[in-house]
């Protein structure tokens, strides 16, 4: 089946550490995208790319980073410097171009413990 | 910088009654909107998509409208089931970006009551 994997569902990360979020897809979209939802707020953007090896910092970006080595992977490093790091992380992707749609994973919750 | 108001931000109704869900941003340059639903600890399944050109888009008991020029959109959901339990987001892609660089709404949590 062609779609969006993120993994894991559910991830603990104790205060200091580094934690790594997978994203993965088959659809063959050119762009991906990390999100944050926060409980009962929309979703922010974090990072995005476009195409592989580039990507750009969305409107939250400080304390992560992502890196896009293949079309098919998106990871995000939640890292020691996110103070709030504790919330339900989304991935998503879409083919590259306008008047798209977007097509988003089932998501991971990070909590710091 | 864009903003994106959904009110109410939760919603009750008796199974069979229509739902109008109302979704409003500030800046009308935009490229599309998108509805999603999101079934609680689950990802977003998208909805409907609407291009800036289209003033509406329908999906089975599903519609929704946009009026650029006034800033709103409103997904009608005919015909209320208990499996339409869900939050509703909306979504606007800016002008000034590419792909789907989305600003989100907060959602509006809806239940429809057997």
């Known amino acids: 089946d062609g779609g969006i994997t993120q993994s894991p569902k559910y991830l603990f990360r104790k205060e200091g550490q580094n934690v790594t979020l997978s994203c993965e897809q088959n659809?063959?979209?050119?762009?991906m995208y990390w999100y944050r939802q926060d409980p009962g707020q929309g979703l922010r953007l974090i990072y995005y790319?476009?195409?592989?090896?580039?990507?750009q910092k969305g409107d939250i970006a400080e304390g992560y980073s992502v890196s896009r080595e293949k079309k098919e992977s998106f990871p995000l490093t939640v890292t020691s410097a996110q103070k709030n790091p504790t919330a339900f992380y989304l991935c998503?992707?879409?083919?590259?171009?306008?008047?798209?749609?977007?097509?988003f994973g089932q998501g991971t919750r990070l909590t710091v413990v | 910088k864009q903003e994106v108001t959904q009110i109410p931000a939760a919603l009750s109704v008796p199974e069979g009654e229509n739902l109008v869900l109302n979704c409003s941003f500030t800046?009308?340059?935009?490229?599309?909107l998108q509805w999603f639903r999101q079934d609680p600890g689950k990802g977003l399944t998208s909805l409907l998509l609407?291009?800036?050109?289209?003033r509406e888009q329908t999906s089975g008991r599903l519609n929704a409208s946009l009026d650029k020029s006034s800033g709103r959109s409103t997904l009608y959901i005919a015909a209320s089931q208990p499996g339409d339990s869900a939050t509703y987001l909306c979504?606007?892609?800016?002008?000034?970006?590419?792909?789907?660089?989305?600003?989100f709404g907060g959602g509006t949590r809806v239940l429809v009551k057997p």
């Open positions: 998503a992707s879409s083919p590259q171009g306008l008047n798209t749609e977007a097509f």
């Open positions: 659809l063959n979209h050119d762009a």
């Open positions: 790319s476009q195409i592989v090896n580039d990507f």
């Open positions: 800046d009308s340059a935009i490229y599309n």
């Open positions: 609407i291009q800036s050109s289209q």
């Open positions: 979504a606007v892609n800016v002008i000034k970006a590419a792909g789907n660089k989305l600003t």
